[in-house]
Every structure is written in structure tokens, then in C-alpha cells.
């Protein structure tokens, strides 16, 4: 078979949620030729497969990319199938060019640009940009292979129900946001522990009248938004910590996983027995372990000298490779601020970026 030459676009964008999509927005907006490629079967399939009860912190009121409002009450907490029903929706509106089930394997160098490569098929372009999570891979301790085969094992990632789960105690690992929203829902069914370092709460009640009127704009419109960002000093500061051991619990609150009769534990360090062993040198019966130990990035694709250190980490400020014109990053955990982890604060990264693009390449290559 004669090889399939590389298609040629000006801009190729790597991921269909929420940040491609915005990026592909302001894009077309300029009249700016480009493509997105995203490896799922439908856009909005990330969220889809995210688990059942999951709803945003923030009100349907802040939650649209820009040219779309969010089709809910203003004042209600969409859920993820809402969210991934929204971000569909966006990219027929403004007839987005995504092409679904194109999983990208290689990004490198080409004359003058960049080569995304998926499988068979290539694309060269001028601009590249990783409009992709930081939550890629889902990150379970290496010890996890030595519990007994009679236990039942979910990652956060894979978890969608308590149906899924077999009888007899459930210890959730990690007693970040998602942990504790699963073992509040797991603790309804059976027996429930929670592992793990308390992270603080957020002091007050989300879905109060005043909190979403006034302390949740203050709280992700102001202080998320502004003030908690790469430019500020207090934002400098607390962006690794942030980054390594997550947010404060949002919605949920330590007396509320009290009240379930979720029980507390120290953290789990490794298996004896077969069974978790906690840092007290406990060894917790169980007969199921759901691991909300997070996701991590996975860069491996990219070959391109652009990491440090830490392989998990591009170089880049604001999203903008200096060392390689043309490369840009979009949707990564605070990329800017705090907020670039949540929709109102992607779209702003998103234009941004699409202003450095535009500034780089004013006008429209040739043909």
C-alpha cells in the first residue's frame, strides 16, 4: 500500500473537551483554518465515563465557554452528563471541525512546523496545540498487584456506582474531593472506610443562597480566577502545594462523612495478608478497594525537547512554549491559575494562547 501523505492545516489541536474545543472557538472566530483531533467516540465522552452522582462545584452561571451559556438554572450544579451533553452541543453549534477516534501516538518536529501522528494517518501543521488534562492516567500504588484476587479493585476512574461492588466493607484510598464524594455515596450501601490525610473543607455549605450568590463568585471568580495565578506571588506559592494534594473538600464535610458512618483511617502504606495495611500497622479487612489516588499526565507521545526535570511537566508560561514557536498548552491543572482546571477558567487560557498564536502568524499562510 503507497503510504498516506500527511494532511497539511495551519493549526492542529489535540484533544476534543472542553479546552480544544475553546481553543478551536476563539480560532475560528479569526477565521484561522485548524482541526481537531480527539480520541474518543463522541465529544463529551471524558465526562461520560466519569462516575454516576458527579456534579460541578460551580453554577450552571459560570460554567459556558465563551459565544454559549450553559443550558441549566443558573443557580444549579450541572451534572457531568449535562456538562459532556454542553460540550457536544458546543462544537455542532459552531460546527466545530473535530474528528472523533483519533487517538494521536506522536508529536515531533516537521519542516517548519509539527507532525501529529495516529497510526496511519498525519498531520502537518504550523501550530500544535495539547489542548489535554492533566488527569490522564490513573495513578495506583505498586502494591495494589499483592491484594488478594477476591477483592475487588476500582479506580476513581472506573468507578460509576456502588452497584459495582461486591458484599462486605469498601475502603476508599485518598480523602481528596472525589474520595470523599464516593465513600459518602459508598457508606449508604455497606460498611465504608475512608484512607487518607484530611486536606481541610471549604467552611460553608455550596448550594446555600449565599453561597451561591456571593461566596462562590468571591471564591472561584475572584480569588480562583485572579488572584491564584503563576503572576501572583501568593499564587506561586501555593500552585505545588495545590498541585500535589489537591483542593479542600468543596461539597462534602468531615461531619457529613461522620454523620454516613464513614470511618476515618490513616493512610495505606501497603498489603499484608492480602489485606490493606494501614500506617498504624493495622491490617483493614475488606472486600473492596476503590483507589482515588488521582491521575497523572502522560507526555510519553510527545517528542519534542520541552520537559524539564519533571517529565510531567511542559516548560511554558501561560500555555506558550518559547523554546518551540508554534507549541502551545492548553487545559493542564493551574496552567495559569487555579481556575484553569475548571470551565471558567479554560476559556480564558484558550484565548490567550489563541492571541499569541494570531500575534505569532497574523495572516493566513499561502496556498
Not at 519533571?310 to 508560561?317: A, F, Q, T
Amino acid at each position: 500500500m503507497p503510504e498516506r501523505k500527511p494532511e497539511r492545516i495551519e493549526t492542529v489541536i489535540i484533544g476534543g473537551g472542553q479546552a480544544g474545543l475553546s481553543v478551536g472557538h476563539h480560532l475560528a472566530r479569526r477565521g484561522r483554518p485548524f482541526v481537531i483531533l480527539d480520541a474518543n467516540q463522541r465529544v463529551g465522552d471524558g465526562w461520560r465515563r466519569r462516575w454516576d452522582s458527579l456534579r460541578l462545584f460551580t453554577p450552571a452561571r459560570y460554567d459556558g465557554l465563551a459565544g454559549l451559556p450553559f443550558p441549566a438554572p443558573p443557580r444549579s450544579f450541572p451534572t457531568k452528563d449535562q456538562v459532556a451533553d454542553y460540550l457536544e452541543a458546543y462544537a455542532a453549534r459552531f460546527r466545530l471541525p473535530v474528528r472523533t477516534g483519533v487517538r494521536v501516538d506522536r508529536l515531533t518536529k516537521a519542516d517548519g512546523g509539527f507532525l501529529a501522528t495516529a497510526g496511519d494517518r498525519s498531520w502537518e501543521a504550523a501550530n500544535a496545540v495539547v489542548a489535554m488534562a492533566s488527569f490522564q492516567v490513573p495513578r495506583v500504588p505498586a502494591f495494589a498487584a499483592e491484594l488478594d484476587p477476591g477483592v475487588t479493585q476500582l479506580h476513581a476512574g472506573s468507578y460509576r456506582n456502588p452497584s459495582q461492588l461486591q458484599d462486605g466493607g469498601a475502603l476508599v484510598v485518598g480523602a481528596g474531593n472525589s474520595g470523599a464524594e464516593i465513600a459518602l455515596e459508598v457508606a449508604g450501601r455497606q460498611a465504608t472506610w475512608l484512607a487518607g490525610r484530611e486536606s481541610g473543607h471549604v467552611p460553608f455549605r455550596i448550594d446555600s443562597a449565599v453561597a451561591r450568590r456571593i461566596l462562590l463568585p468571591v471564591l472561584f471568580r475572584f480569588v480562583g480566577h485572579r488572584v491564584l495565578t503563576v503572576d501572583t506571588p501568593i499564587g506561586r506559592r501555593l500552585r505545588p502545594r495545590l498541585l500535589a494534594h489537591g483542593a479542600p473538600l468543596v461539597r462534602v464535610k468531615p461531619r457529613d462523612l461522620a454523620a454516613a458512618g464513614v470511618r476515618r483511617v490513616p493512610r495505606v502504606v501497603g498489603v499484608r495478608d492480602g489485606q490493606p495495611l494501614l500506617a498504624d500497622q493495622r491490617v483493614l479487612e475488606v472486600a473492596n478497594v476503590i483507589w482515588c489516588t488521582g491521575f497523572g499526565p502522560d507526555f510519553s507521545w510527545i517528542d519534542l525537547p520541552v520537559f524539564g526535570d519533571d517529565p510531567r511537566e511542559p516548560r511554558h508560561h501561560r500555555g506558550v512554549v518559547a523554546a518551540q514557536p508554534g507549541l502551545y498548552f492548553v487545559g493542564l491543572s493551574f496552567l495559569y491559575a487555579m481556575s484553569s482546571g475548571f470551565l471558567p477558567g479554560v476559556d480564558r487560557d484558550a484565548e490567550h494562547v489563541v492571541r499569541a498564536l494570531t500575534a505569532r502568524q497574523p495572516t493566513r499562510p499561502r496556498r
